[in-house]
């Protein structure tokens, strides 16, 4: 991760200077000022053009707009607009406060990402804050921006990996290692016997038709002192071929993804961790390939979860949710949470009724979807309330089994909520899931995205836990 400085004094880079709404330099800087006049609409949000002084220093001026507020845009578009090891120096206003420095920091770290095993590699040149107001209060401003940065690049190295290399075994290794370089941090890894033994049948139903055997990964942070206990779920499908009930080759290209929810609950933990948050975090991460072989789940098949109920399955390719399953089934039991909190790239249905750039919330607890709301829109990642109808049960009824978790009636998304409930008991009243399978992935680079993971749910989950 490339560094972001403070400095007092302006030196040759290229520079940024941020202008409001109106078109107002907020530095005071008159060249830009007159420069801004003859332009339309420079201040609009993550809007930047370059104003060129070929016989001045700095040459290159990046003129960038911060609209209403919204500084993490204009740090986004500051550092987009540079290349690769250019020097960049942006202009902190007077006065702005350390909480728009942290989101001009997020900004321009969000948008020089560059998944490590790129050829490119990542960015590796340092950016400048040029200011000399509240050293401190920025400073720590930057350390938080940095801490949940890092995480957000972590959920994105994660989700981007090749599933040739990311199998169920790989991804709890990675844990390991972050969790290591971190005190306080505790980690559970489940393997194939031990699921047998505890009975996550759920997660070995899934995992049964691959060569690489599934895992349950269980990341602690237990400050002393804490009063609230976060159970954080993640579905950690390392590749979805759609098992016996195979998906189109169009639908596998992105399948490498579907372990989106398991990067960002793990992610966000270890960032809860750096920042040392006075909040007890658990994050669940049932991991899986769900692969076709001989040895995979059939359609029909009935399987045990590890709370006794069982599920009718007809379809291999509605796999996220057995895991999940298991894994809510377990909190509830044995963590004893205040809060669960799950994410999951479960169902197309989440774009077809939202689109690309936004996750569909479900929770019977106002209070939890209006944080999460509010720490959704403040770190930058939208989500929207649906509905839990209870009616819409009766599509989850099966003849041969406490559930059917693949009913084919609609409402995809919605009846994936109301399968899940089924396994939070008395918690049902505290517990959210956000369906964000389309948010979790850009198609290209733009504002505080790069094509490819965009590591969604980890901002909004730090977010959240900070408050």
Same mark, same amino acid.
């Given at each position: 991760?490339?560094?972001?400085?403070?400095?007092?004094?302006?030196?040759?880079?290229?520079?940024?200077?941020?202008?409001?709404?109106?078109?107002?330099?907020?530095?005071?800087?008159?060249?830009?000022?007159?420069?801004?006049?003859?332009?339309?609409?420079?201040?609009?949000?993550?809007?930047?053009?370059?104003?060129?002084?070929?016989?001045?220093?700095?040459?290159?001026?990046?003129?960038?707009?911060?609209?209403?507020?919204?500084?993490?845009?204009?740090?986004?578009?500051?550092?987009?607009?540079?290349?690769?090891?250019?020097?960049?120096?942006? %202009?902190?206003?007077?006065?702005?406060?350390? %909480?728009?420095?942290?989101?001009?920091?997020?900004?321009?770290?969000?948008?020089?990402?560059?998944?490590?095993?790129?050829?490119?590699?990542?960015?590796?040149?340092?950016?400048?804050?040029?200011?000399?107001?509240?050293?401190?209060?920025?400073?720590?401003?930057?350390?938080?921006?940095?801490?949940?940065?890092?995480?957000?690049?972590?959920?994105?190295?994660?989700?981007?990996?090749?599933?040739?290399?990311?199998? @169920?075994?790989?991804?709890?290794?990675?844990?390991?290692? %972050?969790?290591?370089?971190?005190?306080?941090?505790?980690?559970?890894?489940?393997?194939?016997?031990?699921?047998?033994?505890? +009975?996550?049948?759920?997660?070995?139903?899934?995992?049964?038709?691959?060569?690489?055997?599934?895992?349950?990964?269980?990341?602690?942070?237990?400050?002393? +002192?804490?009063?609230?206990?976060?159970?954080?779920?993640?579905? +950690?499908?390392?590749?979805?071929?759609?098992?016996?009930?195979?998906?189109?080759?169009?639908?596998?290209?992105?399948?490498?993804?579907?372990?989106?929810?398991?990067?960002?609950?793990?992610?966000?933990?270890?960032?809860?961790?750096?920042?040392?948050? @006075?909040?007890?975090?658990?994050?669940?991460?049932?991991?899986?390939?769900?692969?076709?072989?001989?040895?995979?789940?059939? @359609?029909?098949?009935?399987?045990?979860?590890?709370?006794?109920?069982?599920?009718?399955?007809?379809?291999?390719?509605?796999?996220?949710?057995?895991?999940?399953?298991?894994?809510?089934?377990?909190?509830?039991?044995?963590?004893?949470?205040?809060?669960?909190?799950?994410?999951?790239?479960?169902?197309?249905?989440?774009?077809?009724?939202?689109?690309?750039?936004?996750?569909?919330?479900?929770?019977?607890?106002?209070?939890?979807?209006?944080?999460?709301?509010?720490?959704?829109?403040?770190?930058?990642?939208?989500?929207?309330?649906?509905?839990? @109808?209870? %009616?819409?049960?009766?599509?989850?009824?099966?003849?041969?089994?406490?559930?059917?978790?693949?009913?084919?009636?609609?409402?995809?998304?919605?009846?994936?909520?109301?399968?899940?409930?089924?396994?939070?008991?008395?918690?049902?009243?505290?517990?959210?899931?956000?369906?964000?399978?389309?948010?979790?992935?850009?198609?290209?680079?733009?504002?505080?995205?790069?094509?490819?993971?965009?590591?969604?749910?980890?901002?909004?989950?730090?977010?959240?836990?900070?408050?």
């Amino acid at each position: 991760m490339f560094a972001i400085r403070l400095v007092t004094e302006a030196g040759q880079a290229t520079r940024a200077v941020l202008v409001d709404a109106a078109g107002t330099p907020l530095g005071g800087d008159d060249e830009v000022a007159a420069w801004c006049r003859t332009e339309d609409d420079p201040g609009r949000a993550g809007a930047v053009e370059t104003l060129r002084r070929p016989l001045r220093t700095p040459a290159k001026v990046l003129v960038v707009g911060v609209g209403a507020d919204d500084y993490r845009a204009a740090g986004a578009a500051a550092v987009g607009a540079v290349t690769r090891d250019e020097e960049l120096q942006v %202009e902190v206003p007077e006065g702005a406060t350390p %909480e728009q420095v942290r989101d001009l920091a997020e900004g321009i770290w969000f948008a020089g990402y560059r998944f490590a095993e790129a050829p490119e590699g990542p960015r590796t040149a340092a950016v400048d804050l040029i200011t000399t107001n509240d050293q401190d209060g920025y400073a720590r401003s930057v350390a938080g921006a940095q801490a949940v940065a890092r995480a957000v690049w972590l959920a994105r190295d994660l989700t981007n990996m090749p599933s040739s290399t990311k199998n @169920p075994a790989w991804f709890a290794g990675q844990v390991l290692a %972050e969790a290591a370089t971190r005190p306080g941090l505790t980690v559970t890894v489940r393997e194939h016997d031990q699921l047998a033994a505890e +009975g996550f049948g759920g997660i070995l139903a899934v995992g049964g038709g691959s060569a690489t055997p599934p895992r349950l990964v269980e990341l602690s942070w237990a400050p002393e +002192g804490a009063t609230r206990h976060v159970v954080l779920v993640g579905k +950690g499908i390392t590749f979805d071929t759609g098992g016996i009930s195979i998906k189109t080759r169009e639908g596998m290209k992105l399948m490498k993804k579907d372990m989106g929810g398991a990067a960002a609950v793990i992610a966000a933990t270890l960032a809860a961790a750096d920042l040392s948050l @006075p909040v007890r975090v658990t994050a669940l991460a049932p991991l899986a390939e769900n692969a076709v072989s001989g040895s995979a789940y059939r @359609p029909g098949d009935v399987i045990t979860h590890y709370d006794g109920s069982t599920s009718e399955s007809t379809n291999s390719d509605a796999e996220g949710r057995l895991v999940l399953a298991d894994a809510l089934g377990y909190a509830v039991a044995t963590l004893a949470p205040d809060v669960v909190i799950d994410l999951a790239t479960l169902t197309g249905a989440n774009m077809v009724a939202l689109g690309k750039g936004m996750a569909a919330l479900y929770s019977h607890d106002d209070e939890l979807a209006s944080a999460l709301v509010e720490a959704g829109a403040a770190a930058g990642e939208r989500m929207w309330r649906m509905p839990l @109808p209870d %009616e819409y049960t009766e599509y989850l009824r099966s003849d041969i089994a406490d559930r059917h978790s693949s009913p084919s009636q609609g409402a995809g998304s919605v009846v994936a909520a109301l399968y899940l409930r089924d396994f939070l008991g008395d918690k049902s009243g505290s517990w959210a899931h956000l369906d964000m399978s389309a948010p979790s992935w850009s198609d290209k680079t733009g504002g505080d995205l790069v094509k490819g993971a965009t590591g969604w749910g980890v901002r909004t989950l730090v977010r959240y836990l900070s408050a």
